[in-house]
């Protein structure tokens, strides 16, 4: 079964990220599954840039301890990744720029002289790379030149002819040379059609799926790509983008967003999200509807902005001043991604509370191929669920300023009928102090009491009705040994079981996606 790893690395500024997702575009029209990870430092130029692609005719969620294929377009890429070379791995090179030990096989490309021959400049070495790899696994360069075409299409005929020069230049050299090591990994095959998603793009579909209408968002690494998705698809699907000045006018204009009735979310990372919280308490006392997405950084402050960590799952559970009801999921991959950014949705309307959808930068900026087939399906099985949300109200209308409609009615299941501002003839009070039913303002002990435990009934009707249990792989009794994880780590254990599996080793796993809260009796059972 083919199963292999290609990266490539240079220098940042130097196209890194626009040929790794080429590649792993390719690698999927040409039947296979794809997983990749790019690693960048928070830099514009200068520093290492590598993208990392695992090619499986399986699915596949996780990255390769070793490399197959390591392609240099600078001394420093080899030294990086050299330790991850196996005795068959292919080093790709330009011998005039470097050299390595004679033990390596290697191909050798030499990205200097045919930048001289086609009066390219150096950043085009990642182009001949890029033809020059297909060209080493057997692609199909007319796919590749089609891709080239799609991916500067905003660019112009002249550019992209300019580059079909650098990649058929790199394809041919390797025709010329190497005939007889071309591995024929990428032998374009049958399969299903897929989509290459990263989780970010990944939560901007679920969004779109339920009907999000406002994304309001200030750019923070890994979250950013969450806005830029829907600023691009916003006429498209009617739906409104806000990049806002700062996260605390992020989350407002999200609240008043969900507050007028459409459904609304915000996006960012730690340190963003940190500023929002008091507002998230807001969304708390008011019962107002949010959907909050984190894409965790290591920190704290700037901490490491382009590296990943799930440093957050506390400051999310615990967020906000005072108690109040929330939700938090966390996604594992792709599918997931898709269908816990739709349930979300429904869950903050149904509930009226706010819900936080968690990532990290290993799952918001990698990418991994999905089958359409499964996106088709999920269109087709979800339903938009607005809870309470009340559009025909046949209660009572106020007369004489007496307020018959009562927002913050005391019910069994700590859910209120909610109304649209502006439904005639009903209007309320929604502010930030504790209030009684019909929403005027209150100090006294009785309503506070009566509205806390009212809140809090939403837990208990969360989790009778709509909280799922984690996941199992494999058989907990049975095993000597049992993972437990959460969010995106998933397929990296799913991993190590297999491998544990051929060392005769039996194992388990908990999957945790939907955290907080949890019910512990149907855990526990």
Partial sequence: MTDFTWLIGGEAGFGIMTTGVVFSKIATRSGYHIFDYVEYPSLIRGGHNAYEVHISEAPVSYLSPTIDILVCLNKETYEKHKNRLTSSSLV??????????EDIKKIIIPFKKILVSLKGQPIMKNTIALGASIGI??????????????????KGEEVINFNKQFVQAGFDEIKKNYSDKILNYLVKKPGEAKLVLTGNDAFALGSVMADCRVYSAYPMTPSSTVLTDLAAWQEKVGMVTRHAEDEISVINTAIGSSYAGVRSAVGSSGGGFALMVESLSFTGITEIPMVVFI?????????????????DLLFSVFSGHGEFPKIVLAPGDNEEMIELTAKAYNLADIYQLPVIVMSDM???????????????????????????LVKNPSFAKASEGKLNYLRYKVTKDGISPRLIPGTSGHFYQANSYEHVEDGHTTEEAQPRIDQVNKRAKKWATYLKNDFSLPMVYGDIKNSETVFVSWGSTKGIVLQAQKLLKTKGTDSAFIHFNHIYPLDKEKITE
Avoid at 137 to 154: A, M, P, Y
Avoid at 295 to 311: D, F, I, K, L, V
Avoid at 362 to 369: N, T, V
Wanted: no cysteine; hydrophobic share 35%.
């Fill in 92 to 101: 790709v090179l330009d011998q005039d720029e470097f050299e390595i030990g």
């Fill in 137 to 154: 696994l057997g692609g199909d360069i007319n796919e590749l030149i089609k891709l080239i075409s799609e991916q500067f299409v905003k």
């Fill in 295 to 311: 894409a965790q950084r290591p920190g704290p402050a700037t901490g490491m902005p382009t590296w990943t960590e799930q440093g």
């Fill in 362 to 388: 290993y799952l918001s900026e990698s990418h991994k191929s999905i089958t359409k087939k499964f996106v088709d399906e999920f269109v087709v099985r979800y339903k938009v669920n607005r809870g309470k």
